[in-house]
T-cell receptor, first 113, second 114 residues
Framework: AQSVTQLGSHVSVSEGALVLLRCNYS??????LFWYVQYPNQGLQLLLK??????LVKGINGFEAEFKKSETSFHLTKPSAHMSDAAEYFC???????????FGTGTSLTVIP | KAGVTQTPRYLIKTRGQQVTLSCSPI?????VSWYQQTPGQGLQFLFE???????NKGNFPGRFSGRQFSNSRSEMNVSTLELGDSALYLC?????????????FGEGSRLTVL
């Protein structure tokens, strides 16, 4: 069975500071992992995905995530936060058959000017 | 290319009523899935359709149902609405059934049950 856990339902950072959003996964098979972002009153947009190629994955808007098998983690980072990064972020893992995603409960990012 | 389109965007119903939500996937995408999003539970999987066949179903009561048409458009129906059904219902489409395939989400239909 697959699942993800996001540590910290709310994260606040100052503008220009490092963003670190945590995600740990559990999977009975090599995982495929995703980070999505949701802005208010919108659907989810893909930031990046890990599909067993490079362990450091670069996404849109300056975000990246590193897959660490030994730690079962897939944390999302951005070197310098921007006001426009304020949103809800979801980590997800796809099922064995690929037709279902398991999402974390989300982390709300606040950027303080 | 147009994105995933969901209608209606907002709706208000009363307990006991039923509701039908519609989703038009990205052109060429044959897989459509539905998720319920609530503040406390996050995103919960409802079901997934591929070529008009339901391939997977989440842990929801039988009041929640869906279908997919030959043009890949999908509808979901909730009968005998309860207050707890108030949520954002998200539809997502995918071009592939592979595990690495990403989901493309619509903006959702926000249902309020009074």
């Amino acid at each position: 069975a697959q699942s993800v856990t996001q540590l910290g339902s709310h994260v606040s950072v100052s503008e220009g500071a490092l963003v670190l959003l945590r995600c740990n996964y559990s999977s009975s098979v090599p995982p495929y992992l995703f980070w999505y972002v949701q802005y208010p009153n919108q659907g989810l947009q893909l930031l990046l995905k890990y599909t067993s190629a490079a362990t450091l994955v670069k996404g849109i808007n300056g975000f990246e995530a590193e897959f660490k098998k030994s730690e079962t983690s897939f944390h999302l980072t951005k070197p310098s936060a921007h006001m426009s990064d304020a949103a809800e972020y979801f980590c997800a893992v796809s099922s064995n058959t690929g037709n279902q995603f398991y999402f974390g409960t989300g982390t709300s990012l606040t950027v303080i000017p | 290319k147009a994105g995933v389109t969901q209608t209606p965007r907002y709706l208000i119903k009363t307990r006991g009523q039923q509701v039908t939500l519609s989703c038009s996937p990205i052109s060429g995408h044959r897989s459509v899935s539905w998720y319920q999003q609530t503040p406390g539970q996050g995103l919960q999987f409802l079901f997934e359709y591929f070529s008009e066949t339901q391939r997977n179903k989440g842990n929801f009561p039988g009041r929640f149902s869906g279908r997919q048409f030959s043009n890949s458009r999908s509808e979901m129906n909730v009968s005998t609405l309860e207050l707890g059904d108030s949520a954002l219902y998200l539809c997502a489409s995918s071009s592939t059934t592979a595990r690495a395939g990403e989901l493309f989400f619509g903006e959702g239909s926000r249902l309020t049950v009074l």
